[in-house]
């Protein structure tokens, strides 16, 4: 007795050392550096007159992160031929003039060009940055990565790549080198969910120069260029945003545009033929009265820049320090200053207007007549889908790096992915509106980009999966499994795949893997062998020039059951034959068990769906309108279908059902349903596309919803949208369909929703049909910069696009279920599961043996209307965590209610000590957010009250915290 009684003495002086040192270790998590601040934010701004018309002077430049050259070509003024712009100029000569004159002020924008010049300075360069900063001189606006596009990109990578960039800004130069101004000035058209996530990173307001010239007009007339955008009905008050749009676009008025661009030069040598100053003062004193007509305060912004301006920065500001001086001299009811927008804002502010609010977007958006720019939702749509895919396998790199990389500094090998991803976002990438060699540089830089977070999460999978603490397992990724593509399935007799879920809830995946063909065993972790299907690949995608290396004539499917929250599962597939029975055609004229599908056999088109025991009318087919337009713009000549019948096979079998369509020699599809599944998958094929057209898949059904329609707002809230009758009917009611666009039926209660994987334009222009824009080729050029058609080749050849569409037919009363299958599918098709390919060794035994071949990074699945947006690796050994509510308001009867959740014990790799909110860009405790206060009318807020040990997510919610944690493993692990 007496020697356990030591023994347990022992063991609590153990445990009571150990509590000691746990409580010690949950401590406040640093966010930004000790960088003391002088004089900066609003402190710094140049004092305004209350009695006299302020003319806020912002000297500027707007640099594109690629467009007509390459990112590399204009940081360092290459190919000038292209375009004399040359970016590290630009921001030397910036600094030397900032420095030799402490009036003066200049905004910069984009991280992506910043950080790379940072990275090449001195110490002390650096050091004379970082005084201009902390003094307000030079002053951050926007702040991400890119100026991303408001209309293709998700909100997703649009809330990491303002993050990141921040977090370099933030560890730099500390509370001065924030952003408190959005600055989307160049991007065309733009959306209520970027408002949302300004307001909701502490952003103070947003101005831009796009919006459609006739809304333009109008705001003018009624002084309503400034306003508040009330950027989500679900969040409220939190949401909410000041907005301006900008008078002169984002250039100098041509009279006052003082850069070396320009040829203007003011000349104050009273003895000179050439002195200009008092016609210089005039045309300044004209145009500011003239703008200050159209706003509500005595103070105007005049941005003093354009696109690469100011790569001799002394001249420009020699030339502004003369119009300021004569401007104040000779008139005495005009104050002219150097200024910022943020500067311009807290003036705005502090005289106390009541504003308007808008609560819809700023979509379609139209420069002048018949110009519509609904093109670029579509354009260069591989582009757009390898994005979407890139931006998947971040989201699983990072949580992989953060599951097992705990306590480690650095980011192991993700950050380049992350910056490629940010360029990616870019208004003229994204876009699809840059030049082709410009397009073909974003996708080597990805391609490269996934290389380096492939070596990161390969090395995390190996931790994951070992037993011996030595496991060195190539991890393998298929880039081109769209195509059915391979290298691994094709050419190993033995391999393993790994299927990685980064979703929070438990979920099933179909996977195919291209194969020669022959006979398969895919095994899973117990060794049982699993139900497989073959179905052969058809003969459009064989030939596809992406193939040319590919001896794939099949693809093999099995169901990947049940995989774990942020977890994998491994499945062991060996070739057991080289022979296998030919897969045999179905004579049916449907496919599909409980959801089926119909086919018109005189035409071999779909015809209707039957759902729940219910038939409901529905056809599809490809369309293509004869247009004159490049990139940017859409302007349909003509429209009518690529063929009116079809050659059909069917396939069915034990896991999938297929139809196989031919429509034209350059249109063909398969139609599929897996079993247990609801919705049908349409995948597509287009190309070579003929000259000057807009190929467009047509979903046509008996819905009556009378004009109006439904579209997503960069994958999150859902907007009204009404036919908008007239002139340029058809492209001006085209509007961007990030992730779904749906119809309802208000008397029959039924609703028709198409998912897409990748961005598109979208319409129902009549009743009962939803359209959507899959692919584009024209040789002509939209007149708007870029000089080029769009005329994209892969492999030589023009571009073939093959993309999914995911449709969903059903009834939506009893406040329904409907709307949560379209979020929950919605969630599968952004955030799939990833397959990782590995050489099999000598046996499934083997592996068996030495692998783990099963891990769940969760100890249970999560809410079903609660995600992990986010976890990543952070700093000083922290992770940064988003939690999302992922329904809106009255989606549905259970699922829309605000959910209560506990985070920090849900994790089996580690325990969270302690952790922190902060603002959605996570560069700020959310308690030391401060915002101006607007006039305007006001909702309630939410009650966001938050519970003992839990934290309380209303509908659309994301909240986003730094989180100290310690591995279980540990003396600690709980």
């Known amino acids: 007795m007496e020697v356990v009684w030591r023994h347990k003495s022992l063991i609590a002086v153990v445990l009571l050392c150990i509590l000691t040192f746990c409580v010690v270790s949950v401590r406040r998590i640093p966010l930004i550096p000790s960088i003391p601040a002088t004089t900066c934010g609003y402190e710094a701004c140049h004092k305004v007159d209350p009695n ?185 008050e939190a949401a909410d945003l000041f907005t301006g749009v900008l008078y002169h676009h984002y250039n100098a008025p041509r009279d006052l545009c003082y850069d070396s661009s320009c040829g203007n030069e003011i000349i104050d040598d009273k003895e000179s033929v050439c002195y200009n100053v008092p016609q210089t003062v005039d045309n300044l004193l004209n145009f500011a009265k003239e703008q200050q007509a159209h706003y509500t305060t005595n103070n105007i912004m005049l941005t003093m820049g354009d696109d690469f301006q100011y790569q001799d920065a002394n001249f420009n500001f020699e030339s502004l320090d003369k119009l300021i001086k004569y401007v104040n001299l000779a008139n005495k009811s005009v104050h002219a200053l150097y200024s910022t927008p943020s500067c311009y804002l807290k003036a705005v502010n502090e005289a106390g207007h009541c504003y308007t609010t808008k609560e819809d977007d700023f979509f379609p958006y139209s420069s002048n007549k018949g110009t519509w720019w609904t093109g670029y939702y579509t354009s260069r749509p591989t582009l757009k889908y390898f994005e979407r895919l890139s931006n998947n396998f971040l989201q699983v790199a990072k949580q992989l790096v953060a599951m097992t990389q705990l306590g480690q500094e650095g980011s192991s090998g993700i950050d380049s992915l992350r910056e490629a991803m940010g360029v990616l976002q870019h208004h003229d990438a994204i876009s699809g509106t840059e030049r082709q060699h410009v397009a073909n540089d974003y996708a080597k830089t990805l391609s490269e980009a996934i290389e380096d977070a492939r070596e990161a999460a390969e090395i995390a999978l190996n931790q994951l999966m070992s037993k011996n603490g030595k496991s060195t397992v190539e991890m393998f990724n298929c880039l081109r499994l769209n195509v059915s593509f391979c290298d691994v399935t094709e050419s190993e007799n033995r391999f393993v795949v790994t299927v990685y879920n980064p979703l929070s809830h438990e979920v099933s995946h179909f996977v195919r893997l291209p194969i020669e063909g022959g006979t398969y065993k895919v095994q899973g972790p117990d060794g049982a062998p699993l139900i497989t299907q073959m179905v052969p690949i058809p003969p459009e995608v064989i030939a596809a020039p992406e193939r040319e290396n590919s001896t794939a004539t099949h693809d093999l499917v099995f169901k990947a059951e049940n995989l774990p929250p942020l977890g994998f599962r491994s499945y062991y597939v060996t070739k057991i034959s080289s022979c296998f029975e030919e897969v045999e055609e179905s004579y049916d004229t449907y496919i599909g068990e409980g959801t089926k599908v119909l086919i018109d056999e005189k035409t071999g088109l779909v015809k209707a769906v039957i759902v729940t025991g219910k038939e409901i009318s529905l056809t599809q087919n490809f369309w293509n309108y004869e247009s004159s337009c490049g990139a940017y713009l859409f302007h349909p000549i003509e429209g009518f279908k690529i063929s009116e019948t079809a050659n059909v096979t069917i396939y069915k079998g034990s896991i999938v059902d297929e139809i196989h369509q031919t429509f034209s020699n350059w249109a063909s599809q398969v139609v599929r349903i897996y079993h247990g599944e609801s919705h049908v998958e349409f995948e597509w094929l287009i190309g070579p596309i003929p000259w000057n057209k807009d190929v467009v898949s047509l979903y046509s059904t008996d819905l009556q919803n009378r004009g109006v329609f439904y579209t997503d707002s960069n994958g999150r809230e859902l907007l009204q949208r009404e036919l908008n009758h007239g002139a340029d009917f058809i492209a001006r009611n085209y509007y961007p369909v990030t992730s779904r666009i749906l119809i309802r039926d208000e008397t029959s209660k039924l609703e028709l929703a198409v998912l897409n994987d990748r961005a598109e334009g979208g319409t129902s222009e009549t009743n009962g049909t939803i359209e959507l824009m899959l692919h584009r080729r024209s040789y002509s050029d939209d007149g708007l910069g870029l000089g080029e058609g769009l005329d994209e080749e892969a492999y030589g050849k023009p571009l073939l696009a093959r993309g999914r569409h995911y449709v969903l037919v059903g009834s939506t009363e009893n406040n329904t279920t409907f709307a949560a299958r379209e979020r929950e599918l919605a969630q599968r098709t952004l955030l799939g599961p990833w397959l990782f390919f590995s050489p099999g060794g000598s046996s499934f035994r083997n592996w068996q043996q030495n692998y783990k071949m099963e891990f769940s990074g969760l100890k249970t699945s999560l809410p079903p209307n609660v995600k992990i947006l986010t976890l990543e690796p952070w700093r000083n050994k922290a992770l940064l965590l988003r939690l999302e509510h992922i329904m809106e308001k009255n989606e549905d009867a259970i699922l829309s209610k605000p959910v209560d959740i506990s985070y920090k014990n849900i994790f089996t790799e580690f325990t969270v000590l302690s952790s922190h909110e902060t603002t959605l860009a996570a560069n700020q405790w959310s308690e030391e957010v401060k915002k101006l206060k607007w006039q305007y009318n006001r909702c309630e807020s939410q009650d966001h009250k938050k519970h003992e040990g839990k934290d309380r997510l209303h509908p659309m919610e994301i909240k986003t915290y730094v989180i100290n944690v310690e591995k279980r493993f540990n003396l600690c692990r709980g």
Request: glycine share 8%; charged share 25%; proline share 2%.
């Open 52 to 236: 006299k018309l302020n003319v806020h002077l912002v000297p500027h430049t707007h640099d594109d992160v690629g467009w007509l050259k390459t990112v590399d070509e204009y940081y360092y003024g290459l190919r000038n031929d292209i375009q004399k712009a040359e970016v590290r100029k630009i921001v030397n000569t910036v600094v030397d003039a900032l420095l030799a004159n402490s009036d003066r002020r200049f905004i910069y924008v984009e991280t992506a060009y910043f950080w790379k010049w940072w990275l090449e300075q001195e110490p002390q360069r650096q050091q004379q940055v970082k005084h201009l900063v902390n003094q307000g001189r030079l002053v951050f606006t926007g702040g991400a990565w890119s100026m991303n596009d408001e209309a293709t990109t998700h909100y997703d990578a649009t809330i990491d790549q303002f993050t990141w960039a921040l977090r370099k800004l933030n560890d730099t130069f500390g509370t001065c080198g924030r952003p408190n101004i959005g600055w989307q000035i160049d991007t065309f058209g733009h959306s209520r969910e970027m408002a949302s996530i300004l307001a909701r990173m502490g952003y103070d307001g947003l101005f831009f120069a796009r919006t459609d010239y006739k809304d333009k007009i109008q705001r003018m007339k009624n002084r309503t260029m400034e306003l508040i955008w009330r950027g989500s009905p679900n969040l409220g």
